[in-house]
């Protein structure tokens, strides 16, 4: 029972700092950083010794469409990569571009792209959005 009643004053509460959220971002002076997440996962990434699976993309977090700054993916079922990648300062309905890519770890000019177009992820608090590139 007490659990109950805690979630029926949580719900409201956060949905109050959610809707405060525009408010307090444009109030002078106000400092307010949260983090978004994506899940990211790239199919039928095929890799050799030295090689992984990274994203790279339109925002810091995912090096600025530089590879050696690309984000890595950890190999799950292979060939399908995944991770998680947190976003500082980016908004709720952001839209980020970004896309596979197959890189030696030593060098990071040895790059393999995703084909054409290039992947979108629209940005949301909850649930956490998933995101998935094909080579």
């Known amino acids: 029972m007490f659990i109950m009643s805690r979630h029926r004053y949580l719900l409201p509460l ?31 990434g095929i890799t050799t010794p030295g090689y992984s699976v990274y994203v790279a993309g339109a925002r810091p977090e995912l090096g600025n469409w530089d590879p050696a700054k690309a984000a890595k993916l950890a190999p799950g079922a292979y060939p399908t990569w995944a ?13 980020v ?11 990071p000019t040895d790059v ?22 094909a080579f």
């Open 83 to 95: 991770g998680t990648v947190n976003f500082q300062g980016a908004n709720p309905g952001d839209e």
């Open 97 to 107: 571009e970004w896309k596979c890519i197959v890189r030696n770890e030593n060098d």
């Open 14 to 44: 956060g949905v109050f700092l959610l809707a405060m959220l525009p408010v307090l971002r444009d109030a002078p002076g106000a400092q307010f950083t949260y983090l978004l997440k994506v899940d990211f996962q790239c199919n039928n």
């Open 112 to 133: 393999k792209w995703q084909p054409d177009p290039n992947n979108k992820v629209t940005m949301a608090f909850s649930p956490v959005p998933k995101s998935v590139g």
